[in-house]
């Protein structure tokens, strides 16, 4: 098993960005309850329930191990992502903050930043965070969100502004342009250049009600839509904003309910993989056809699921439990 890069370890770092406070309503108390409900239980819903097409084929992983442990009371790990260096980073969205961890677990770093979500390497080596992943950006003329980037190398890395003015910013992914797409969850998807500007015409284009989850695959990137009925996850090119697809239903198998896709990243075999609030993180295939299956039954909500640098094996994904885990 490849263990983190831990580099030249460093001491704690403080830093402050975005808006004071964190306003906890709607989806996550949703996930709260579902974590205080689930944790120290070995599954979180009876087989009815698990998502369709779980079973069908089989692709439940070999293991999944701990990374970094459970805390109490709950410390939500919002999202997780690496630096150049393959060190892991971990957003703690209620505590304001997100964190580097060496391969034994520890934490040589904290910068803090309003309630962060998805954290990704952008193509000049800084991490970029969004920040204001709150249900409160939901709120009719809420635009107290956006995207702040640091220098993960810096003695003390200070968050800078990269884009603002956005309402509940979630999930992100580069293209191999450079170009960042925001799953902005109460106002679509968001295309910002290199820049930093927003392209007005693409975003225009690319509505997606609840949009959570984003991965970029190809030429084309898929999302997850939380707030849809039945768990939907649509294609959408990227040289046809309006030209949306679905490509799957993420739902639970007794009925035809949304088991709440999240988190959304491509796989080293160019599968899809959804963290799911119900407990399970699947595979969908891309080309679409609807076939999903659980990959790992984990027992408690998760929140999101990346690649691993240099292991092609392994996912890790992050729970509402505060724990991270490897799945292999």
């Not at 106002?187 to 949009?211: L, M, Q």
Request: charged share 20%; hydrophobic share 40%; glycine share 14%.
């Amino acid at each position: 098993m490849r263990s983190f890069s831990g580099g030249v370890r460093r001491g704690r770092r403080f830093a402050r960005a975005g808006e004071s406070g964190t306003t906890v309503v709607a989806r996550s108390a949703l996930i709260g309850a579902l974590a205080a409900l689930c944790v120290g239980t070995p599954a979180l819903l009876p087989t009815g329930l698990a998502p369709a097409g779980a079973d069908a084929p089989d692709c439940r992983a070999a293991s999944v191990q701990p990374v970094l442990p459970a805390s109490t009371p709950l410390d939500f790990a919002e999202n997780l992502g690496f630096d150049a260096h393959g060190n892991l980073w971990v957003s703690r969205v209620f505590r304001n903050v997100v964190q580097r961890y060496d391969s034994a677990g520890r934490v040589t770093a904290e910068v803090a930043i309003d309630a962060p979500g998805a954290i990704r390497l952008g193509p000049d080596g800084a991490l970029y965070v969004v920040y204001g992943d709150s249900s409160a950006g939901l709120l009719q003329g809420a635009h107290g969100s956006g995207i702040v980037r640091f220098d993960p190398d810096a003695d003390g890395p200070v968050p800078q502004p990269f884009v603002t003015g956005l309402g509940m910013a979630n999930g992100a992914a580069f293209d191999d342009a450079g170009d960042l797409y925001v799953a902005d969850t109460a106002h679509g998807v968001v295309r910002v250049r290199r820049d930093g500007s927003i392209d007005p015409e693409w975003t225009g284009g690319a509505t997606a009600d609840g949009a959570n989850g984003i991965a970029y695959h190809g030429d084309s990137i898929y999302v997850t839509l939380y707030r849809s009925a039945t768990g939907r996850i649509v294609r959408i090119p990227l040289g046809a904003p309006r030209a949306q697809t679905t490509i799957a239903e993420v739902t639970l198998g007794a009925l035809p309910l949304t088991a709440l896709p999240d988190d959304l990243t491509v796989g080293s075999d160019g599968m899809l993989y959804d963290a799911t609030t119900t407990g399970r993180v699947v595979r969908i295939d891309p080309a679409g056809g609807g076939e999903i299956c659980t990959v790992a039954d984990l027992g408690v909500p998760v929140t999101s699921v990346v690649t691993v640098p240099g292991d092609e094996r392994s996912l890790l994904v992050s729970t509402a439990t505060g724990a991270v885990l490897r799945i292999r």
